[in-house]
């Protein structure tokens, strides 16, 4: 006999939502389509999300609960970044539909407003002015969800895929007329090794030290008061999280 059917739940419903969303893009969630992949019916969904909307959400939460956090264990500021730089990353090259979804919605959840701070909190221990600190998350953020965007359109996802496209480009390169793609392509795409996905890295770095240039050191920039009221809404522009390890 097959296992009796797992109680609904809301985690159930809005991890089914994703499924939907990684096959068919954030237009694909509807109430209908997320009972289906669940075999329910819609209504039994309004026991857990009142609406479409509470799903979109409920999602978004969900996706940046999955990105790790930048977590006390680094000293340097620039190590918890980089390593919550390239969950983020992950996480959104996993669910690249959520990049558009993510600063779209009015009624952040837990695990977005916890994100939101620590990032922020990395920023201000370090010694970021405030408007220094909401510079850098503005910077960067648009950075990884650029690069997370271009790595979605690209035609190459491996090496060998590098070396077919480039060298398709190559046979009808008129190189005498573009000597410097020319250059590129033969003497940096095409030489061994080269793998597009380490520019990912490569810029970071740039961003992140050129940020450090202008980071005003205040070792005795204090910390909130435990009791200290928290944001109803999350700081303008992109930021983003890593889906739990067990998420579809």
């Not at 940046?64 to 620039?78: M, Q, S, T, V």
């Not at 990049?99 to 990032?119: I, K, Q």
């Not at 965007?149 to 046979?171: C, F, K, M, N, Y």
Request: glycine content about 6%.
């Amino acid at each position: 006999m097959p296992p009796p059917p797992q109680p609904l739940s809301r985690d159930l419903v809005l991890e089914a939502a994703i499924r939907v969303a990684d096959r068919g893009g954030v237009e694909a969630i509807t109430m209908r389509r997320v009972a289906q992949e669940l075999g329910v019916e819609a209504m039994s969904l309004y026991h857990h999300l009142p609406n479409k909307d509470a799903i979109l959400d409920g999602v978004v939460d969900m996706v940046f609960a999955a990105i790790k956090l930048p977590g006390a264990e680094c000293d340097d500021w620039r190590d918890a970044i980089r390593a919550r730089a390239s969950s983020a990353r992950t996480v959104l090259s996993q669910h690249s539909w959520a990049l558009g979804l993510m600063d779209s919605r009015r009624n952040p959840g837990p695990a977005t407003l916890r994100h939101h701070d620590a990032v922020l909190g990395v920023l201000r221990k370090a010694g970021f002015t405030l408007p220094m600190a909401a510079h850098a998350v503005s910077l960067i953020d648009s950075y990884i969800g650029g690069f997370v965007l271009q790595e979605a359109s690209l035609p190459v996802r491996t090496p060998d895929d590098v070396h077919e496209v480039a060298g398709s480009i190559l046979e009808h390169l008129p190189a005498d007329e573009l000597p410097y793609l020319t250059e590129m392509i033969v003497d940096h795409a095409l030489r061994p090794g080269y793998d597009h996905t380490g520019e990912f890295d490569y810029g970071l770095d740039l961003i992140l030290d050129a940020l450090e240039a202008r980071r005003t050191p205040n070792p005795d920039t204090p910390e909130p008061p435990a009791n200290a009221p928290r944001p109803s809404g999350h700081p303008r522009g992109p930021t983003w999280p890593t889906l739990p390890q067990d998420l579809p």
